[in-house]
């Protein structure tokens, strides 16, 4: 079991940059792959990134593609999420999420283990 802590959210103006990080308990995160998702008041929760239990594999939402990075550190049992170029539309509470995984791969669902979200807020 891990459990999942946001970090880094915060209000940036349009155009900005933001890194948002994950920290997990637990010695068996290398054993996780990770996504982050997101939503905005009155959406439904949408996947953002994801990136496998090695670090090697990324897939990212055509809304993420080219501007947001996802990286991992298993030293650290952190994830995180670099956003650049931020725009009004991704505004939202963004959440961590892990699913245990034997194989080095990015689900898209089947996340079972969330954190508790931050507050991103790209002003116009």
């Known amino acids: 079991q891990v459990q999942l802590v946001e970090s880094g959210g915060g209000l940036v103006q349009a155009g900005g940059s933001l890194r948002v990080s994950c920290a997990a308990s637990?010695?068996?995160?290398?054993?996780?792959?990770l996504g982050w998702f997101r939503q905005a008041p009155g959406k439904e929760r949408e996947f953002v990134a994801g990136?496998?239990?090695?670090?090697?594999?990324?897939f990212y939402a055509d809304s993420a593609k080219g501007r947001f990075t996802i990286s991992r550190d298993n030293a650290k049992n952190t994830v995180y999420l670099q956003m650049n170029s931020l725009k009004p539309e991704d505004t939202a509470i963004y959440y961590c999420?892990?699913?245990?995984?034997?194989?080095?791969?990015?689900?898209?669902?089947?996340?079972?283990?969330w954190g508790q979200g931050t507050q991103v807020t790209v002003s116009s």
């Open positions: 999420a892990g699913q245990r995984l034997y194989g080095d791969y990015v689900p898209h669902d089947g996340y079972d283990y």
């Open positions: 637990g010695r068996t995160f290398s054993s996780y792959a």
């Open positions: 990136i496998s239990r090695s670090g090697s594999t990324t």
